[in-house]
């Protein structure tokens, strides 16, 4: 059963999803999914202006997507989620859209909304409103992982099991003692062999997870032989996952994880 998220005056509150992933409409047929459980709300597809977008239609892209200032200009956003993107490689200095990204977060930040990053996206944003660095690793973290929930205080930890299945595809993952050295954030989860899997700020107004929580169940698989065929370096078969026959164990903690965070977006909207 869905719960009810009211916003600001009642309304459902209004959400903006950054869509940074290579193939945009893909994505949204991964994430949308996820957010089947989570209450009512409206939904802003947010493009970076100077992004072609050349694995997708230009047409539908125009039709669904609009830039942030575009989707803020008659209201604000109540929430905003910041996908991953194939830039794990490179600094934060070196990612182009990285200014209009930082425009966006800290808009979104300065107004008290709800911010969830998710793999890079959540790197992203841990950097740009923490200063939190990043650790690039020569070997890919791929695989289904085994998490502890290191905290049950807070709004999203709350709905978490004590124990979790997380999915993982990316060649770089928050410094972690660098995090545990914060005193405005801190890790809600971790995995042997994937470190940082959520983390949290103290007032729980940004989340972020390392993983695809998106993700469905041979995605792993496929990007494994996809990266084989490529030649990239570092590459290993993904940890927990059968290549013939792959299942998907964590859409459960997919489903709890992103229905809690909606529902947070609604509390603190309908409270302002």
Known sequence: MSTI????????????????????????????????????????????????????????????????????????????????????????????????????????HAQGSPLLGLCWGAMGVGHLIYGLPKDTYSAKISGMYETELLAQDGPVASSLDDRFWSTHSRFAGFDDKALDASTTVRALARAEGAGTVIAESYDHSVLMHTGHPEYYGSRLAEEYRRDVDQQVAGVRAPVGVDLDQPLRLWRSHSLAFFASWVRLVGDQSAAR
């Open 5 to 108: 998220v009211s916003g600001r005056a009642g309304r459902p509150p209004r959400i903006g999803i950054v869509n940074l992933m290579p193939n945009a409409e893909q994505y949204e047929n991964w994430l949308m999914p996820q957010l089947s459980l989570a209450g009512p709300f409206e939904l802003q597809w947010i493009r970076i202006s100077s992004r072609r977008y050349h694995l997708d239609d230009p047409a539908r892209i125009a039709a669904t997507y609009r830039t942030y200032q575009e989707a803020t200009a008659d209201a604000p956003l109540d929430g905003l989620i910041v996908s991953g993107a194939a830039v794990e490689h490179l600094p934060f200095e070196e990612v182009r859209f990285m200014d209009e990204l930082n425009d966006m977060v800290q808009d979104v």
